[in-house]
């Protein structure tokens, strides 16, 4: 077997490991399992680090199990969480966890016949008709209140203001625990691995692994670290909130500039992480972005690596057109685009309203500048900038009488105005 954990270790991606592991992944083929909370239907960036884990262990050698927690999604990990989350309904449930399965079989082929091809499961599926009663006795009674209380997500719990912790959340670890038995009966599952915050978690599964199955049991745990970013702030999140792997949530063009943004630091962290390019490439590539960082080789790549990974080559390449549309010294790139990704391209450039009736006998140009859009301050302004031929409409210099018409329009609904190089307006008419 080649060294997973070695590889895993260059990219950034191991933060505990336990005892005998890299021996384990080195003896044989392990299978091996990351649990998926499903707190949404779709996921988010924050789960590519688990998605990626698991596709280095298939291409490894080793079997994957993604777990979709629909029995733990009832209850809550605690880990992390200062509060306890309202509990979601079964409905919900169902709903998310549907999406999650749809979203991981992307990226893993679980109708594969490979001998480690990976398995799909649903913790709900043998948690559903567990008692309480036989849970407390085959179980609760294998692990003491005391080790429970130890680990550190219970801990900060506990000694935090707030509430506290109620018993519902406290069982949390138990019944994660008892997915690694199961897994472990059901097809030979020795390893479980996940972010840096359930470590608490993954190690009370291998614990009941052996207490539940004599002294020759062995289990083991891996760890990544939790990603963040350089300046401090939580990874994962744009302006708009989450940057999902879905294109409905998160459309292409707006997941392919998130990370065509990623700062010098981060980009140089993150193509280790987040794609599956060798070290040779990936120091070349540190190599030649440091000699000429305002080319940003390095985000380029990575965006186009991750865009392909998750939405597919064609879906980069519209990504990629439309990203470049905006800077296009004609409007016939940006006319092709769909009017929902004219939108994005345009997100964040200052907008206004004018209505059709100021077009119908053409909207002169010192209105369109000032008065009814503010792009400018004062008409004085909109005539120097317009002697000073610093003005365009639609990316064609114009002149003072000039006046904006229907045949303007483009997708029948905006104008695009621009001063000089960098300024940009865009108005929508209603």
Known sequence: MK?????????????????????????????????????????????????ILLVHLEKFGHKPIALVGGATGMIGDPSGKSDERNLLDEATLDKNVAGIKAVLSRFLDFNSTAANAPILVNNYDWMKDFSFINFAR?????????????????????????????????????????????????????????????????????????????????????????????????????????????????????????????????????????????????????AEHQTAPHLRVLQKRLAEEITTFVHGKEELEKAVFASSAFFSPTMDDLKKLDVATFLEVFDGVPQAEVSTDDLNEGLDMIAALSAKTGFLASNSDARRELQQNSISLNKEKIAADYKITASDLIHNQFVMLQKGKKNYYLIKVV
């Open 138 to 286: 085959d179980v609760g009674k294998r692990i003491t209140v005391n080790y429970m209380m130890a680990k550190d997500s219970v801990k900060k719990r506990l000694s935090a203001e707030g509430e506290g912790m109620s018993f519902t959340e406290f069982t949390y670890q138990l019944i994660q625990g008892y997915d690694f038995h199961h897994l472990y009966k059901a097809h030979n599952c020795l390893l479980q691995m996940g972010g840096s915050d359930q470590w608490g978690n993954i190690t009370t599964g291998t614990e009941l692994v052996r207490r539940m199955n004599g002294e020759g049991a062995k289990a083991y745990a891996m760890t990544c670290p939790l990603i963040t970013k350089a300046d401090g702030s939580k990874f994962g999140k744009s302006e708009g909130g989450n940057v999902w792997l879905t294109a409905d949530k998160t459309s292409v063009y707006k997941f392919y500039q998130f990370w065509l943004n990623t700062t010098d630091v981060d980009a140089e962290k993150y193509i280790k992480i987040f794609t599956f390019l060798d070290k040779d490439t990936i120091d070349s590539l540190v």
């Open 3 to 51: 060294n997973l954990v070695e590889e895993l270790q260059w990219r950034g991606l191991v933060h505990d490991i336990m005892p005998g592991t890299e021996e384990q992944l080195l003896k044989e083929m392990t299978t091996t399992y990351i649990g998926f909370d499903p707190t949404s239907d779709s996921l988010h960036i924050g789960s590519l680090v688990p998605i």
